[in-house]
């Protein structure tokens, strides 16, 4: 059925829940991401993550990952925080400062999903946080959510990039919401400040060199030697293109308390995380996106960083 009717009462209730912007579109064929994205992976830009050359046909279309979908109603949740890392320290990307997005936002989809069933009546919905074959911020474009940048993120006009993405699939059929045009113009900051020349070309990136995949993603014992002056400091993810982002300065502190920073978190010294134990590190990230690397993994990457001087 044509459900356009619900659109104010989907909204409505995504803000109610703290998302931000909500937007809709037709589920279907992404014809123009396809050719790009197998001149992705052709070139090698995912590095080692294989798990990107897999389910080719559903990533680039949805009704292949869902029976019966229609829709993608597309969700952003702010997560820019109001508090910093102590100076000198090794750094982490502002998006795991609090508990880890996937419970949060996962928590908040399914109430959604479950106020519109009450509202619509029986309806088929799959939610997604990161966690399948679905390409979120061409969807969220599609949506008329922002564009997407030269450093390959989701920009918002109004908000900026500190936000995540999250997906209902469904059987509901919605009209598109119109696109939004690309305003990067000619401005280069992303691409001049990435310290490990990841965005060469813009609006492509060569995800074996960034920061974040070589922080997180590579599961190798040792980060390539190439990269031993170009980490920035960063030990897990690494927020540089965004900070440089003239449309950041738009951005608005979080109001969700599941991102509240850990205090501990932001205090810990050079030392202290050169020092961290396998105990203390499942203390303290316990709820954190930071668990993904594991203990050895963050520690490869504490050791990995050069040799910061102290006054």
Not at 95 to 118: N, Q, R, S
Not at 201 to 226: F, G, M, N
Not at 233 to 242: I, K, S
Request: proline share 5%; charged share 25%; hydrophobic share 35%.
């Amino acid at each position: 059925m044509n459900a356009d009717r619900y659109k104010s009462f989907i909204k409505q209730k995504a803000s109610e829940l703290g998302f931000f912007y909500c937007g809709f579109s037709k589920a279907g064929f992404l014809a123009e991401e396809a050719p790009k994205l197998e001149q992705w992976l052709t070139e090698g830009f995912h590095g080692k993550m294989t798990y990107m050359e897999n389910h080719f046909d559903k990533r680039l279309n949805p009704t292949r990952l869902v029976d019966g979908s229609n829709s993608v109603i597309s969700l952003l949740l702010n997560y820019f925080p109001y508090e910093t890392q102590l100076e000198g320290a090794p750094k982490i990307s502002k998006y795991a400062y609090g508990e880890d997005y996937h419970m949060v936002i996962k928590d908040k989809l399914k109430l959604l999903v479950e106020a519109m069933k009450e509202e619509i009546g029986e309806i088929q919905g799959r939610v997604f946080v990161d966690s399948a074959p679905v390409m979120d911020k061409a969807w969220a474009k599609k949506a008329g959510l922002g564009w997407i940048g030269k450093n390959t993120n989701l920009i918002h006009p109004k908000e900026g990039s500190f936000f995540f993405i999250a997906e209902i699939i469904s059987d509901l059929l919605f009209t598109q919401d119109p696109p939004m045009r690309d305003y990067c113009g000619t401005c280069t900051k992303c691409i001049d400040a990435c310290p490990t020349n990841a965005l060469a070309t813009p609006y492509q990136i060569d995800a074996s060199r960034c920061i974040s995949y070589l922080t997180i993603e590579l599961k190798d014992q040792l980060i390539p030697d190439q990269f031993n002056q170009s980490m920035d400091n960063w030990v897990f993810g690494c927020d540089v293109c965004q900070d440089v982002c003239p449309w950041n300065r738009f951005s608005k502190t979080h109001q969700e308390l599941r991102f509240k920073a850990d205090f501990e978190l932001l205090n810990l010294n050079l030392d202290e995380w050169q020092d961290l134990t396998s105990d203390h590190f499942e203390i303290l990230f316990k709820n954190s996106a930071v668990k993904r690397t594991g203990f050895q993994g963050l520690k490869r990457n504490i050791n990995f960083l050069k040799p910061i001087e102290k006054p």
